[in-house]
């Protein structure tokens, strides 16, 4: 068993029942090929909670600051987290992304970059949309449905992967493809808010 299953399985048996977490929309996840996984960020525990609920391992984009700690890198390096610098175009990150979509992994993100303070969804930054126009993966909008508070149910709703054929042949700007992509999240957390 690797280290990365034997974290989910711990992270999923508290948390799960701590938060009462529901899960909708699994039958969407694509079984195999590249998949680009987006969703709001409304809490620190999004990536478990991300991590566990969809059904294929994913490798999350971290901010970088949390691998400048040697225990904290070698964790973040088990639990398939690799680093990106915030507030620049960081290539090496965009490098790395593209490469495990390419490889058929699952590619998590929280396009929006930071935690909504409010719980509504913010504007998204490029890179979800680079990753999306770049890549053949399929794009799954994913909201998280809070708030966290104990024994209150929290939902978590995988939407069908967003249709990015036209996109990708009219070259859109990343921006553009971000937009699409937090406007399916958007839609998704509108629809499932009861």
């Known amino acids: 068993m690797s280290f990365y299953t034997f974290a989910r399985a711990i992270v999923k048996s508290v948390i799960k029942p701590l938060y009462r977490i529901e899960t909708i929309g699994l039958e969407h996840f694509p079984k195999e090929g590249g998949v680009l996984l987006c969703a709001n960020h409304i809490d620190n525990l999004d990536p478990p909670v991300v991590g566990f609920t969809a059904p294929r391992p994913v490798y999350f984009m971290a901010k970088a600051e949390l691998f400048k700690n040697p225990l904290m890198r070698k964790l973040?390096?088990?639990?398939?987290?690799?680093?990106?610098?915030?507030?620049m175009s960081d290539r090496e990150a965009l490098r790395t992304g593209l490469k495990y979509l390419k490889d058929g992994e699952v590619v998590g993100l929280f396009p929006e970059g930071t935690r909504s303070k409010s719980g509504e969804i913010g504007k998204g930054l490029a890179g979800a949309g680079f990753?999306?126009?770049?890549?053949?993966?399929?794009?799954?909008?994913?909201?998280?449905?809070?708030?966290?508070?104990?024994?209150?149910?929290?939902?978590?709703?995988?939407?069908?992967?967003?249709?990015?054929?036209e996109m990708r042949n009219n070259k859109v700007s990343a921006e553009v493809a971000t937009e699409a992509i937090m406007s399916e999240i958007k839609k998704l957390k509108d629809q499932n808010l009861r």
């Open 131 to 165: 990753f999306a126009l770049r890549s053949n993966a399929h794009i799954v909008p994913c909201a998280i449905i809070g708030p966290y508070k104990p024994f209150r149910k929290l939902k978590v709703v995988f939407g069908p992967p967003i249709d990015f054929t």
């Open 76 to 87: 973040m390096i088990n639990i398939q987290a690799f680093p990106v610098k915030r507030g």
